[in-house]
């Protein structure tokens, strides 16, 4: 195939024969934030869209059902399954990064937690000069998503006046995405962990998205009539019933093509048959923050000495793509308890018949929720002004849970865990191509544990575990612990063992950051490409830094924004 005077390889002629599709929008990717746009920019019904989603259909059994994800989590049907460089800072480990390969992406795969983050992780966003990314800028999108439901599935009621005025004015009077209040089919452990809070003098929190997320609590969850409710059931299957939207699946991308710096469409394949759709307006990348920086390096656009080792030539010179990969880390203490855990429930194959039995017949049990039950955002340096770490307390335990498993198997023993996570590293890494062909996986190397402040952050988040361990509440559960132990551990221990056994929370992020200027950011505000026409990037790869909690809920707000920013420019 030849090459166009800017380096991007043509598909022929095939741009100018009779048949090739035009469309209003053209959106690369099927997942959270591709989802929501596709819903917002039909709804008027003037302009057509087309997404292209890599992978194929999410009607499967597992991802339907909420406990699903310990079976998606390594099924190359659904999953990239892709696989980071060596991390020097993590004893030059490599790290298993499931990614959702399908309709829905990552929500149709993920553990189903619903955290929005914290406040003043979008006053940060706005502070490295991102204007209308505060949290009063953002707060509205959050809410225009949500449907908050109560434990019997009703939307609640009597929502704060600020957020009900917000939702009148800013979105739909029922919002499409459930989140799901569900303490009352959690496990009884939630006694336990509450009466540790109350022991050390930490605050409680009913509502980990609400005005005052920080303290132990219960995680809410994105399902709807006990199954998964992802992006794809919230957003896309109401875009897919208009006549203006059109979804091609198996449709992988091999680089957008441009006129210059201006953008006119996407060069991709299904199967082994070349395609193209032209945009009128805009292409919207929303591939994820592994897949937009590649994609963007494969188009030309990236750091140019990169791209001319791989015989890319440049369009567009910005080292700013796939650098400033930020991504979350966490350690499990494990331990042997008291009394019966969801081990027991799921452990054995007549014990996991019962439980399926349930879940068929009522949608309740162990199989509508996730193994995420309890957790918090508290504060573990000396110093914090805010919440420096997100915690973990499941009714649950792994067998051989290390950072490179690809299967989760349950423990044969009554057992659960304690797990930390620092909110805000301040390491980052890069994603690059490794060859010029689309197929191949990129290079990802997270660059964890790479700045002094986040060893710290490693040793306070243990010694905080280890307070928790030791109250009252939490020593009625343990049995004993499983090693290492981390009552016994030193603080140059607790670094060493998180060194040798932490692993990704699967919240990569930033890697086409939003900022103001080319070079130290690949967007801007409105997240257009910074140096190029009619391109634009939304998904988590824009977020400027890493949020405080789990990494679907900003997503998807950004999303939102972006809509708007979109439709009124």
Known sequence: MGKSRNGIAALGDKIKLPGVEQFDFVIIGAGT???VLAERLSASGRDRVLVLEAGGSDARFWIKTPIGYGYTFADPSVNWKYKTLASPGLQSRTMYWPRG???????????????????????????????????????????????????SGRAVQGRPGAALRSAVLHGPADPP????????????????????????????????NGDHPEGFGCYQLTVRDGRRWSAADAFLRPALRRRNVKLETQAWV??????????????????????????????????????????????????????????IEPVLDNPAVGGNLQDHLAVVYSFKATRPTLNDELNSMPRRLI????????????????????????????????????????????????????????????????CFQPTRPTSSGRIDIASSDFRQAPDIAP?????????????????????????????????????????????DELLADFRARAATVYHPVSTCRMGKAIGESVVDSALRVHGLERL??????????????????????????????????
Not at 269 to 296: H, T
Request: proline residues 6%; hydrophobic residues 40%.
């Open 254 to 311: 091999r680089r957008l093509r441009c006129e210059g710096r201006r953008v006119l469409g996407v060069e991709y394949f299904r199967g082994d048959e070349p395609r193209y759709a032209g945009a009128q307006r805009e292409v919207i990348v929303c591939a994820g923050a592994v897949n937009s920086p590649q994609l963007l390096q494969l188009s030309g656009i990236g750091p140019a000495r990169i791209l001319s080792a791989h015989g």
């Open 355 to 418: 439980a399926g039995l349930r879940y068929l017949l009522a949608r309740r049990g162990p199989m509508a929720l996730s193994v995420n039950q309890f957790g918090g955002f508290v504060r573990a340096a000396p110093n914090a002004t805010r919440p420096d770490m997100q915690l973990y307390f499941n009714p649950v335990t792994y067998a051989a849970g290390d950072a490179t498993r690809t299967r989760i198997q349950l423990d044969a023993f009554s057992g659960f865990y304690l």
């Open 101 to 151: 390969r399908v309709i829905g992406g990552s929500s149709s795969i993920n553990a189903l937690v619903y955290c929005r983050g914290m406040p003043a992780d979008f006053e940060d966003w706005r502070g490295l000069g991102n204007a209308g990314w505060g949290w009063q800028d953002v707060r509205p999108y959050f809410e225009r998503t949500e449907r908050r439901v109560d434990a």
């Open 33 to 35: 934030a591709g989802c």
């Open 177 to 208: 995405l459930d989140v799901k209040d569900v303490t009352p089919f959690l496990h009884p452990m939630r006694t336990q962990w509450l009466e540790a809070a109350a022991e050390l003098g930490l605050p409680v929190t009913d509502d980990f």
């Open 447 to 491: 660059n964890y544990l790479s700045t002094d402040k986040d060893l710290l952050d490693v040793v306070h988040g243990g010694r905080l575990m280890q307070t928790i361990a030791r109250t009252r509440a939490m020593r009625s559960l343990i049995r004993e612990p499983i090693e290492p132990d981390l009552l016994k551990m030193r603080d």
């Open 536 to 569: 634009r990037v939304v998904d988590a790869s824009v977020f400027p830094t890493v949020t405080s909690a789990n990494t679907n809920a900003p997503t998807l707000m950004v999303a939102q924004k972006a809509a708007d920013l979109i439709m009124n420019p």
